[in-house]
């Protein structure tokens, strides 16, 4: 019996020590998690919906709109953190996997704050992968820069060290908001530039005035070379006429990615039988802000017969981790993160 009792004993106490050592590790890891976002806020963002020839022609009377902006706090404290303004697709904030949400846990592991706006609820918007005529291509351009605004005048984000990173519809935003003459037109009144802009596989059909005379920040496109919404090849050509104009570009090309290679929830391949794609079309901005399609020699819209349907979206975790590898060396030498 007392043999009985005493192994019994040091069963309990054998199972006390490891449930004690599983609430502490456990304890650790939601310390851990819980530090990577100490706070979250949600802002309105004022900006207004403006067609794309009224945004090229310099309008500012479009239609009024406010749109929703998610800020995370990665640590507590009273210093100032650098931010990234995150700009989604066009199937808008995507959930758990989506790239919002991985790029937020990724930058915020790093220190780095998140603003995610999502352009669509407050025009009514539920995605335009079906019908991409809902919204200009550029008005996200608009919201990113009423975002820096927003977070220029945030006691916890340093104005100088906030990023403009988006994907697909966002990452044309991206990529075009580093132009000059859209800053001009419609960036901050005091000048604020953002630190760096990254654009994930963008559209690049469009050839607009001036595009080649950019900031003077990094500017760096993403991309898979089986992406067939958003040809690489593409961009390619901004980025040769960025270059030439002594802009400070890259683009770097993932071997077999497809379009949204960074989004986990994508795991097995989807094709997408009635997304449009621009991918064959030639379009040029003309006189007076008008979007000209140089196969017809006519207004571009989306019934043109370059516009065509299909495609594929996909995640590759090679190409995520290359990404998130090179983005990391990327944002420490924009933002001055400190490690």
Request: proline residues 4%; glycine residues 8%; charged residues 20%.
């Amino acid at each position: 019996m007392l043999n009985g009792e005493m192994i019994m004993l040091t069963l309990i106490a054998r199972f006390a020590a490891l449930c004690l050592f599983t609430m502490v590790a456990l304890t650790l890891c939601l310390e851990q998690s819980a530090a990577q976002v100490a706070r979250i806020e949600y802002y309105p963002v004022h900006s207004v919906t403006l067609t794309d020839t009224e945004f090229l022609q310099g309008k500012t009377n479009g239609i009024p709109v406010t749109v929703a902006g998610e800020l995370r706090i990665p640590k507590p404290g009273n210093d100032q953190l650098p931010a990234v303004v995150l700009l989604h697709g066009s199937g808008g904030v995507l959930g758990t996997g989506g790239n919002n949400d991985e790029w937020s846990k990724e930058l915020n592991a790093l220190g780095i704050a998140t603003f995610a706006t999502d352009s669509f609820s407050g025009r009514n918007i539920v995605q335009t992968a079906f019908d991409q005529a809902q919204l200009g291509r550029l008005a996200m351009i608009f919201d990113a820069y009423r975002a820096l605004e927003l977070l220029s005048k945030h006691p916890r984000i340093d104005p100088t060290r906030v990023a403009l990173m988006g994907f697909s519809r966002g990452g044309q935003a991206a990529l075009y908001a580093s132009v000059k003459r859209f800053q001009k037109m419609y960036g901050p009144k005091d000048g604020t530039d953002f630190a760096a802009y990254v654009a994930f596989y963008p559209d690049c059909s469009t050839v607009y005035h001036d595009d080649d005379i950019v900031s003077a920040k990094p500017i760096v496109i993403l991309h898979g070379t089986a992406d067939d919404y958003n040809p690489a090849a593409r961009c390619k050509q901004i980025v040769e006429r960025v270059t030439k104009a002594g802009g400070n570009i890259r683009q770097i090309v993932y071997e077999g990615a497809y379009h949204v290679f960074d989004a986990p929830a994508l795991k097995q391949p989807i094709k997408l039988a009635q997304a449009t794609t621009t991918r064959r079309c030639e379009i040029v901005e003309t006189d007076n802000g008008r979007l000209l399609d140089r196969e017809t020699q006519q207004p571009f819209t989306y019934s043109d017969p370059c516009v065509e349907k299909r495609v594929t979206i996909a995640y590759d975790s090679a190409a995520a981790a290359q990404a998130k590898t090179f983005l990391r060396d990327f944002l420490n030498s924009a933002l001055l993160l400190k490690n």
